[in-house]
């Protein structure tokens, strides 16, 4: 990650295979923090990127949302 601060949800979404829109729901159901604001500007972090990683992890491994919460 280049940035100490952390990366926009576009970029959080490419690291990840993650779209902007199941980020936002994963944060909307309580899966994932919400990012640090920057301004009116989310920015995730590595632990942000490492939860995302071990959502779609488990999902491969067939665990529902329900049940990675």
């Known amino acids: 990650m280049a940035e100490a601060e952390g990366v926009r949800i576009e970029a959080a979404a490419q690291l990840s295979g ?37 959502i779609g992890r488990l999902q491969a491994q067939g665990f529902s949302l329900a049940g990675i919460k």
């Not at 919400?34 to 071990?54: C, K, N, S, T, W």
Request: glycine content about 8%; charged content about 25%; overall charge positive.
């Open 18 to 54: 993650f779209s902007t829109r199941n980020i936002r729901a994963y944060q909307s159901q309580g899966l994932l923090p919400h990012p640090q604001l920057d301004g009116r500007v989310g920015r995730y972090d590595e632990a942000h990127l490492a939860r995302l990683r071990a």
